[in-house]
């Protein structure tokens, strides 16, 4: 079986100009894979070069432009430019210079793919000198919609838009669900559904990229201490994230906590998302909620489908972002008095899309509803694990199986 990534349709478009593309996330979550596809299309990957490979590395030491030698061999596209894919080249040193070279050179006659993880997401922030020459895509794990071969789609005017689509589509994809909360959204062991597998590549991933990754991209010294802490965030997924509790379990300092964080976030272990302020009286400023992108890892069956649906949000939200269709973002509600909604979508920084998760169908709590009217009015959706939901209790403001809103 293949899966279709949504990136695919949007990280290659010519719609996007010379830029150099940059696709970076999770480890084995399919960069490579959709890269080397497209390349293959027009090369027969004779244009692809992995960075990791020593003899790329002796190839760039004896001659810096080592590629053009390769690219007459192949024909070149419908815009009359060739595809060229860097894979692991953020791991060279000075690799931001070479790309700078790479693209002053050759950019009106090659488009470059770059694909990665950490150390492209920390340029994504930093403003240096590639500023103007690339753009960056992210890749997620599989979405449901992926998983089960749907096209992308554009976000409508109004989040109530996407629930009216799902209550006029009777499908439901509980089976699919199912699998993807089991074995997670990363292609390798989702394909092969097989359990004594997906607990041997667990480990495994945890254990590698600590030791390659991490190692690399930050200068904490006890490295292994990042390890600990992925084994103290499963109970508290969902839960807004005391990093000074957490320094007292690590037995380090609020900044050393702080630095293990980051460095989690760097190598796409766990994202983190914020507290809404606007608008919410007496609302949590500082303390985020971390969620993991192997949603498997979370300690309990809310909290695996806690984290599932996060990671749904933050795909959906990543590809409208990436695809040009505006700014969007992925919040939490919740006040000192414990009053909570799981999630907020802001549309150009402004409220538009409210969600509660449940593992079963049940009456909708009023703070939600406070929430929405607090917010503008907006749509509030209670998404539940149950297979067969899908109802309105009253104007904007609906409970929905999961399995059918992010199936449609």
């Known amino acids: 079986m293949e899966i279709s990534r949504y990136v695919q349709e949007i990280a290659f478009s010519g719609e996007f100009g010379r830029q150099m593309r940059f696709i970076a996330g999770p480890r084995q979550c399919g960069k490579t894979t959709i890269a080397r596809d497209f390349i293959s299309r027009y090369s027969g990957d004779s244009l692809y070069y992995n960075w990791d490979s020593r003899k790329i590395r002796d190839a760039y030491i004896r001659d810096s432009h080592f590629f053009i030698r390769d690219i007459y061999n192949v024909p070149p596209c419908g815009n009359g430019k060739r595809w060229v894919c860097m894979d692991e080249i953020h791991k060279y040193p000075g690799w931001k210079n070479i790309l700078k070279d790479f693209f002053d050179s050759y950019h009106e006659e090659l488009q470059f793919i770059v694909t990665g993880s ?36 554009p976000p409508p005017e109004s989040s109530d838009d996407i629930i009216q689509i799902c209550l006029d589509t009777p499908v439901y994809r509980q089976d699919e669900l199912e699998v993807l909360l089991r074995f997670s959204g990363f292609p390798e062991p989702l394909l092969l559904a097989k359990d004594r597998f997906f607990t041997r590549w667990q480990s495994g991933y945890l254990d590698s990229l600590i030791r390659e990754d991490l190692r690399e991209i930050t200068r904490i010294k006890d490295i292994e201490k990042t390890a600990v802490l992925m084994l103290l965030l499963p109970e508290r997924i969902g839960s807004p994230l005391s990093i000074n509790n957490l320094a007292g379990e690590l037995n380090c300092s609020f900044a050393t906590a702080a630095n293990y964080f980051t460095a989690l976030e760097l190598g796409y272990l766990i994202f983190r998302i914020s507290p809404y302020t606007n608008k919410i009286a007496r609302s949590l400023k500082k303390e985020k909620k971390a969620y993991f992108y192997d949603w498997t890892r979370a300690a309990s069956e809310g909290g695996r489908f806690e984290n599932y649906v996060a990671v749904e949000l933050k795909s959906k939200i990543d590809y409208w972002q990436d695809a040009g269709y505006g700014d969007f973002d992925l919040f939490y509600i919740r006040d000192r008095d414990g009053r909570e909604t799981d ?29 929405r009217q607090v917010l503008g009015d907006i749509p509030f959706i209670q998404l539940v694990l149950e297979d067969g939901v899908a109802e309105r209790s009253e104007s ?6 999961a399995s059918r809103f992010f199936g449609n």
């Open 118 to 153: 950490a150390r492209l997401d920390m340029m994504r922030q930093s403003g240096d000198s590639l500023a103007g020459r690339y753009l960056s895509f992210r890749l997620n794990p599989v979405s449901l919609g992926e998983f089960v071969g749907l096209p992308p789609v």
């Open 343 to 371: 999630f907020l979508v802001t549309r150009e920084a402004r409220p538009w899309l409210l969600v509660e998760i449940k593992l079963s169908r049940s009456s909708i709590e009023y703070q939600h509803k406070k929430h």
């Open 396 to 401: 904007f403001v609906y409970q929905m199986s």
